[in-house]
């Protein structure tokens, strides 16, 4: 059974940090690519950072860039998120999803990915 768990979400205040985790499980190889997106209430989905199975150039969202760093531990089967100097607008719902040569020039769109994670909830605020 394919399955993507989230962990490593809660409650930081600005300037502070949090890293994510994204542990995968039961997928094939080609179902490798890696991205994080997020969802703000109220607001549509966003692609946030993305990172291919062989860990090649990763894609980021430009509000993130220079701030959240994705990696890849493959030997964990386990994608990061680091999140560095958050701001009140990074908080959402945070969910991870696999995707077959995804993370491309298209790599925002959802509904290039196959497998999604539940979620985990990231709360910036004072």
């Known amino acids: 059974q394919s399955q993507l768990v989230e962990s490593g979400g809660g409650l930081a205040q600005p300037g502070r940090s949090l890293r994510l985790s994204c542990a995968a499980s039961?997928?094939?190889?080609?179902?490798?690519?890696i991205a994080w997106f997020r969802q703000a209430p109220g607001k549509e989905r966003e692609g946030v950072s993305c990172?291919?199975?062989?860990?090649?150039?990763?894609k980021y969202a430009g509000s993130v860039r220079g701030r959240f760093t994705i990696s890849r531990d493959n030997s964990k089967n386990t994608v990061y998120l680091q999140m560095n100097s958050l701001k009140p607008e990074d908080t959402g719902v945070y969910s991870c999803?696999?995707?077959?040569?995804?993370?491309?020039?298209?790599?925002?769109?959802?509904?290039?990915?196959?497998?999604w994670g539940q979620g985990t909830q990231v709360t910036v605020s004072s």
């Open positions: 039961g997928l094939t190889s080609d179902y490798n690519d």
């Open positions: 999803a696999a995707g077959r040569k995804s993370c491309g020039f298209l790599w925002v769109l959802g509904a290039r990915y196959a497998y």
């Open positions: 990172i291919s199975s062989s860990g090649g150039t990763p």
